[in-house]
């Protein structure tokens, strides 16, 4: 072999791994939208986004409720993930000692690890007699003079506000560590040049290392968001099954995937159920794809 074509190997390794991955990515989605397909032609796109009414019996699919559900769960969970994880990646990148660093890290990266499933029944057993017992009453105490905040939900805790809670928790690891590594990547002369102009150490952070790194902190929000709108065996135990939009912080709802895993066992065999099922699947990749494009676009205009 010559010495040309051994400088070639590794390219062509390279280059096909990723035409590989590229293939089973468009694979993937192909998959999914070839058999959500009847569904749309049958009911119709804008039907079936905004129907609220699904019967297996008479072939009728509308997942405006699955979809709301989706959505306010996944919105409050982001408000109360991203402070937290944001202000814990500064932190650690700006305040923190190595030594805090280096025990802060693994324990935060361990919240990787832990099944979905041991969150739902952490969630359920110990988060939701407190959540129910004393959190809703007390919220609901101090802001029941605000809509969102009038019904204290079910006496387990189980709604919005458990499953919010508990998948803020499941996506802190990763906004607090592409935050983290965002903020890290700020260049030192920033800083410097921030200092010698008198401001102060929180002054260059807000006024210089976020700006800078805000790129950064939305890739780690979209990816959150992400994981938060893909969850599944969490949202099925602590979000309920309740046929509604959830408009208040401890009432209940039913999410997209909460649809497809309780159904999906007792649907998968009759083709006109299973389509609607995958329809729901593509609805929600499809929700995920525009959410990422429109950060981009955001992001690409900081």
């Known amino acids: 072999m010559s010495r040309k074509s051994k400088s070639l190997t590794p390219e062509y390794v390279f280059s096909s791994c990723t035409v590989l991955t590229a293939l089973v990515t468009l694979y993937f989605i192909g998959f999914i939208f070839y058999f959500a397909y009847p569904t749309f032609a049958s009911q119709g796109f804008i ?3 905004t129907g609220s009414e699904w019967n297996y019996s008479e072939n009728i699919y509308g ?3 699955f979809l709301g559900g989706t959505v306010v769960l996944t919105l409050v969970t982001l408000m109360l993930a991203v402070p937290v994880g944001v202000f ?5 990148s700006e305040f923190a000692s190595p030594r805090v660093v280096s ?3 693994p324990l935060i990266e361990l919240l990787v690890g832990i099944p979905s499933v041991v969150y739902g029944v952490f969630g359920l057993f110990v988060l939701g007699p407190i959540f129910g017992s004393y959190v809703a009453p ?6 029941g003079f605000l809509p969102f905040f009038q019904d204290a939900g079910s006496e387990r805790g189980v709604g919005l506000a458990l499953a919010s809670t508990v998948l803020a928790i499941m996506i802190l690891p990763t906004i607090i560590s592409i935050s983290e590594d965002s903020i890290r990547s700020v260049k030192r002369e920033y800083r410097e040049a921030s200092f010698a102009l008198g401001a102060t150490h929180w002054e260059t952070i807000s006024n210089v290392v976020l700006p800078a790194s805000s790129k950064g902190i939305l890739s780690a929000v979209v990816l959150g968001m992400m994981r ?3 969850e599944t ?3 099925v135990m602590l979000f309920g099954s309740a046929k509604q939009i959830p408009t208040t912080f401890f009432s209940s709802g039913y999410a997209m995937t909460s649809k497809i895993l309780n159904d999906i066992g007792l649907h998968i065999a009759e ?3 299973r389509s609607a099922l995958f329809a729901v699947a593509a609805v929600l990749f499809a929700t995920e794809i525009l959410f990422v494009g429109l950060a981009r676009v955001i992001g690409g205009k900081l």
């Open 47 to 49: 039907n079936f986004i």
């Open 63 to 65: 997942i405006r409720i």
């Open 88 to 92: 814990t990646g500064v932190f650690l």
């Open 103 to 105: 025990i802060m890290r």
């Open 138 to 143: 007390i919220t609901v105490s101090i802001l």
């Open 228 to 230: 938060a709108m893909g």
């Open 233 to 235: 065996m969490a949202v």
């Open 271 to 273: 083709e006109t159920s």
